[in-house]
């Protein structure tokens, strides 16, 4: 597989012309998916719908939404009427987001994440089917509800963004793809096979899972480019680490980082933001980030594919110019598998 992706936020910087713009350049150049996410920002169906409308092949993925956010049902529908408006092209990526952003942003208590998303997931599955949705979960009880207008794809993919080991379990049970986030690509194989264990446990196998990790990108042939966007990537991830709660220090940690993890913690309870960006070591950037020149960036990519992933989802650091995200975009644009030699 030869698949790559972008993860392109509807930023507040960024007017509909510029996203639809990135999007058409990623469809030119072969890019298999688009995801955005949200948080507080524009949502997810919205844009992706515009992004539809202005598209032909490109796929669209919601690079997450959070189960804590709608409920199954209504999930259920917007995915289903994104994937109708596309004629098919439609990806439904979940996930729990963390507890500040749920609790604070939509007030919802952060209870027992795991086994809500596997509820979301079994129902919006069975919903999405067309059949008649009978449901008693913990969360969600439902009785002979169907939906009126189901998707055109028979089967539409359901990723899962999981980092945790329960969350990796879940994964292997019952997505059609796995989106981690600031992933070790050497860590990579050990995590495919926590989900691949998983995965056998109810008789699948891991090649039924897209491995999708979304992998921040920026290439540049300039120094002083490069080295700002470098210093955008430390300040982005120490923001994940600090100001996105447990969920993300306990990631790095698990990755080896638990030193500079605590050094970016303290310095950002003290609001110290340049020296928690400086606490991100060199260690960290070259084996979670990809950066350089287009030919350092490719190779860098190339490793996180022989390390299992099967769709690399690129995204960029925060701040990062229009100028520097087309040319990253082309920069890593799918290579064309090599056609197989005539036997001779």
């Known amino acids: 597989m030869n698949d790559t992706a972008l993860q392109f936020g509807a930023r507040q910087d960024t007017t509909d012309a510029e996203v639809?713009?990135?999007?058409?350049?990623?469809?030119?150049?072969?890019?298999?998916?688009?995801?955005?996410?949200?948080?507080?920002?524009?949502?997810?169906?919205?844009?992706?719908?515009?992004?539809?409308?202005?598209?032909?092949?490109?796929?669209?993925?919601?690079?997450?939404?959070?189960?804590?956010?709608?409920?199954?049902?209504?999930?259920?529908?917007?995915?289903?009427?994104?994937?109708?408006i596309?004629?098919?092209?439609?990806i439904l990526g979940l996930g729990?987001?963390?507890?500040?952003?749920?609790?604070?942003?939509?007030?919802?208590?952060?209870?027992?994440?795991?086994?809500?998303?596997?509820?979301?997931?079994?129902?919006?599955?069975?919903?999405?089917?067309?059949?008649?949705?009978n449901y008693e979960g913990e969360f969600f009880q439902l009785k002979r509800f169907r939906m009126g207008a189901?998707?055109?794809?028979?089967?539409?993919?359901?990723?899962?963004?999981?980092?945790?080991?329960?969350?990796?379990?879940?994964?292997g049970e019952l997505a059609d793809g796995w989106l981690p986030i600031w992933i070790h690509q050497e860590r990579l194989?050990?995590?495919?096979?926590?989900?691949?264990?998983?995965?056998?446990?109810?008789?699948?196998?891991?090649?039924?899972?897209?491995?999708?990790?979304?992998?921040?990108?920026?290439?540049?042939?300039d120094d002083e480019d490069l080295a700002e966007a470098v210093q955008r990537i430390r300040g982005h991830m120490a923001f994940y680490i600090a100001g996105m709660g447990q969920y993300y220090y306990d990631l790095f940690c698990r990755s080896g980082f638990q030193a500079e993890a605590d050094a970016?913690?303290?310095?950002?309870?003290?609001?110290?933001?340049?020296?928690?960006?400086?606490?991100?070591?060199?260690?960290?950037?070259?084996?979670?980030?990809?950066?350089?020149?287009?030919?350092?960036?490719?190779?860098?990519l190339e490793q996180f594919r022989r390390s299992g992933a099967d769709m690399p989802i690129i995204t960029f650091p925060q701040g990062s110019s229009l100028?520097?995200?087309r040319f990253t975009l082309q920069a890593l644009a799918p290579q064309p598998v090599p056609a197989t030699a005539p036997a001779s």
């Open 323 to 325: 100028e520097g995200v």
């Open 189 to 221: 194989p050990e995590l495919i096979g926590q989900v691949a264990q998983a995965a056998g446990e109810v008789g699948r196998d891991i090649s039924e899972i897209t491995v999708a990790p979304q992998i921040m990108c920026y290439a540049s042939e």
């Open 86 to 90: 596309t004629q098919g092209r439609a």
């Open 150 to 171: 189901p998707p055109i794809q028979e089967r539409l993919p359901i990723y899962l963004a999981s980092l945790g080991p329960k969350n990796l379990q879940l994964t």
């Open 96 to 133: 729990t987001s963390g507890q500040l952003v749920i609790e604070d942003w939509h007030g919802v208590p952060y209870h027992r994440p795991v086994a809500r998303t596997r509820e979301y997931m079994e129902i919006i599955r069975q919903a999405l089917s067309g059949g008649a949705v």
């Open 264 to 300: 970016v913690r303290e310095a950002w309870a003290n609001r110290e933001r340049d020296k928690a960006a400086a606490a991100i070591s060199d260690n960290m950037l070259e084996n979670i980030a990809v950066f350089g020149d287009p030919a350092t960036c490719r190779a860098k």
């Open 20 to 84: 639809i713009s990135i999007a058409q350049l990623a469809e030119e150049l072969g890019y298999n998916t688009f995801f955005t996410g949200e948080a507080w920002g524009r949502d997810a169906f919205t844009v992706l719908t515009m992004i539809g409308c202005h598209t032909t092949t490109l796929r669209l993925g919601t690079g997450i939404v959070s189960v804590f956010s709608r409920t199954p049902g209504i999930i259920a529908q917007s995915i289903a009427s994104l994937d109708i």
